[in-house]
């Protein structure tokens, strides 16, 4: 497999304050990949370093091919019409006029609009459009889906999935897990300005798989404190809450001892890892 991008010991600081400390990763061409973290973490200076748009201090960065770019936040003068816009953009790249691309993101509809008058997710749907433009090899997306309505974002993704399926290497920054989980091959987690993680969502779950917080709700609640391969975690809303390693024998070994001393179990619940849930730990993880 051949990159499409390589980033080493790239760092940047604001005057005294260094917010990138020696990143390094590579992307595949034609995988979805995300940089995730909280904000502050450093995800749009990566990319604005990457994209050109901002000078990194030091380290190397190496792109093979073209790219495009839809910004974290993006705007157009507020009287242009999408199609303008991309007659505009057009002649900027020196880049043939792309009917196919006004057909795929039906710019047409929106002919008589101007940018103003746009919805969100229209807007969106044209900052896309306008990154498509010249076919570029690469593309950059910096929270794409931020602020669009349930029927906005799915068909965002659609027209991302379509962008994998041609070939196209997507990097993207994003703060939904659901969405990185359904649409990214491979994810970087940034704490602090360095790499906290790199790989697949499932390598990231997997070593917490094997665990499940279980709650349980009784009549009498009871703390079981000495199981094995258990840890008490308290109780939530009316909920003994157990953090299992061995979910089968620690859910029969509740089940046990509520029955020998006649306990009612109102409610059971199992709750597993979730990659939303390993990102909040490494957020608090000590990286020094």
């Known amino acids: 497999m051949s990159y499409a991008m390589k980033v080493s010991e790239l760092t940047k600081s604001y005057s005294s304050n260094i917010v990138i400390k020696g990143i390094s990763f590579e992307v595949e061409e034609g995988e979805i990949f995300a940089l995730l973290g909280i904000n502050g973490a450093g995800k749009t200076t990566i990319l604005e370093c990457i994209e050109g748009l901002r000078k990194h201090d030091s380290g190397t960065i190496s792109v093979n091919g073209n790219i495009g770019v839809q910004l974290q936040s993006s705007s157009l003068p507020e009287n242009i019409k999408p199609l303008e816009a991309m007659k505009l953009f057009s002649k900027w790249k020196n880049a043939e ?137 308290g109780q939530h809303q009316g909920y003994d809450m157990y953090l299992a390693e061995n979910l089968g024998d620690v859910m029969l070994e509740l089940l046990a001892y509520a029955k020998k001393t006649d306990n009612t179990v109102i409610d059971i619940k199992v709750e597993k890892s979730t990659l939303e849930k390993r990102f909040m730990d490494i957020a608090k993880e000590d990286l020094s």
């Open 97 to 233: 006029y792309d009917e196919e691309l006004i057909n795929t993101f039906e710019l047409s509809k929106l002919s008589d609009k101007q940018y103003k008058q746009l919805s969100t997710g229209q807007k969106r749907r044209v900052h896309l459009a306008l990154s498509l433009i010249g076919n570029p090899d690469i593309i950059f997306l910096d929270e794409p889906t931020a602020g669009l309505d349930v029927e906005g974002r799915a068909a965002l993704h659609d027209e991302i999935r379509k962008l994998k399926n041609i070939g196209k290497t997507i990097i993207m920054a994003s703060h939904d897990m659901a969405e990185v989980e359904s649409l990214c091959d491979k994810i970087a987690i940034l704490k602090e300005g360095k790499l906290a993680f790199i790989g697949t969502a499932n390598e990231l779950t997997r070593k917490a798989s094997q665990q499940a917080t279980i709650l349980l709700r009784t009549i009498n609640p009871f703390k079981m404190d000495k199981l094995k391969d258990c840890t008490y975690q």
